[in-house]
């Protein structure tokens, strides 16, 4: 039977991963493509970690360079994840001729233009399954089975540590932080989780996204990105109460030249498919012409799920050079020469309905001012709540405002925050309950 030899760059929880199902489906793996995958060299700085898993002698050493030269390596699985060495080692392998398989979406996200066009013109492949939605199928959905349809928007729950996060604060009312300290035990964080918590990972992953659905180069740093590190128990509380399930949504919108690209916590109306994602799990809604809403969800980190998207490129790519095709599918489903380049919405413009949460002095007319400037500034109010009474203290207000322009949302709350009693800066949280 031929073999296919690969190399896998960086041997962290996802490697391991990779090594385990690599020694488990072997057979499996070679009855399907007919070729015998053989991972014949492993590259990371750290050679004495035991990772629970044997290997031959010699597959593992820090010889990134050696393995990225050897002319027997078909194929470099790229798990080292960030921007440098990641980036250097995946051109490198570019130009000798390597297909290459990555999970590193930061990566992509601000070097994907580079990389892509310098696999077009090498004619290998860079697959990058593992970046987006753990062990969800998406990419390739997008590109192949949807690939028929114009997309109008796309919807993700893309950071299983968020999740998770946001799920146990939920169940449990557990404290943000401890629950934390538990998701990067379990092995799902980034190696710096103001990646997670900051929304910055989930971005990352809308980028490709937008690009893929939308066929467009997109700005990373364009990309309107908040985090749940503001989130308190108080918010999904009140959440709770409106009918809605707070999580962190990734956003894009296409309207006309322009996208819509936002990452935020979201609300979500309790009864939408997207509000029973919890835990660890990912999902991916996309809407398209043709095909209308398709909802995609399955474990979003973790070192299983996700060598099982890295190994699914691998299999590809073995079938490809079975069939003796270097090339079959563009990196972004569509040559780098097709792409548009379409602005992002400012932020000021995005029009939604929104939660606000005030903290204010429980005296006479703090009311009747807020909702003044509230009106002065074009905001209608939905509903409104003040649940708890300690004369002491600040108290919670909560508005549920009917859709309004952002702009006009952030320059009520600027006025709203200079009253003297008003105790802390005040909370805006956006709504989603019109999804098409
Ligand atoms: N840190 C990421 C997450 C891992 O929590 O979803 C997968 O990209």
Known sequence: MRSIKLGLLGFGTIGTGVVKLLQKNHALLAERTGVSLELVRIADLDITTDRGVNLAPGILSADAEGLLNDPEIQVVIELIGGYEPARSFVLKAIQNGKHVVTANKALLALHGEEIFRAAEEAGVEVMYEASVGGGIPVISAIKENLGA??????????????????????????????????????????????????????????????????????????IYTEGISKITALDIEFAHGFGYKLKLLAIGKRDGDQIEARVHPTMVPKDYPLSTINGVFNCVR??????????????????????????????????????????????????????????????????????????????????AQIAGILGKHQISIESMIQPHRHVAEAVPIVFMTHEAEERNVRAALYEIDQLGEVCEESLLIRIEDNLE
Do not use: W
């Open 286 to 367: 996309l809407v398209g012409d043709f095909v209308g809403p398709v909802m995609l969800s399955g474990y979003g980190a973790g070192m299983d799920a996700t060598a099982s998207a890295v190994m699914g490129d691998v299999v590809a790519i073995a079938h490809n050079l079975k069939a003796g095709i270097g090339t079959r599918v563009a990196a972004l489903g569509c040559p780098q020469s097709a792409l548009s380049n379409y602005a992002i919405k400012p932020m000021e413009q995005i029009v939604t309905p929104y939660y606000l949460r005030l903290m204010v002095k429980d005296q006479p007319m703090v009311l």
């Open 149 to 222: 349809n114009e997309f109008t928007s796309l919807y993700g729950i893309l950071n299983g540590t968020c999740n998770y996060i946001l799920t146990r604060m939920d169940e449990e009312g557990e404290v943000f932080a401890d629950v934390l300290v538990d998701a990067q035990k379990h092995g799902y964080a980034e190696a710096d989780p103001t990646f997670d918590v900051e929304g910055i990972d989930t971005a990352h992953k809308l980028a490709l996204l937008l690009s893929l659905c939308f066929g467009t180069r997109v700005d990373f740093d364009k």
